[in-house]
């Protein structure tokens, strides 16, 4: 059974940055695609940003695009999301998500609230 645990996440000033993190355990980490996504209230979940294996392959959303980059350490089995330039509309619940490239069996951590405000 997979388990995500997020951290990182906290209240940043606009403009302000966070990194936070995603610690994959329970099964064969370089066997699934890891991705962010984040839901702010009265909104629907939305996809952040997305790593395949190798970590060379990323997509993100367009309202993220130059300001977040996400990574993965294949030997920690971690992921990671770099937020920089944090605006307020950035302020949501952040979720890890996992999906398999064999059998897409899929997993969701436990979110990290992000709060961008002064």
């Known amino acids: 059974q997979v388990h995500l645990v997020e951290s990182g996440g906290g209240l940043v000033q606009p403009g302000g940055s966070l990194r936070l993190s995603c610690t994959f355990s329970g099964s064969t980490f370089s066997s699934y695609a890891m991705s962010w996504y984040r839901q702010a209230p009265g909104k629907e979940r939305e996809l952040v940003a997305a790593?395949?294996?190798?970590?060379?392959?990323?997509n993100y959303a367009d309202s993220v695009k130059g300001r977040f980059t996400i990574s993965r350490d294949n030997v920690y089995q971690q992921v990671y999301l770099q937020m920089n330039s944090l605006k307020p509309e950035d302020t949501a619940v952040y979720y890890c998500y996992a999906i398999s490239y064999y059998d897409r069996q899929d997993y969701w951590g436990q979110g990290t609230q992000v709060t961008v405000s002064s």
């Open positions: 790593v395949h294996n190798g970590g060379i392959s990323t």
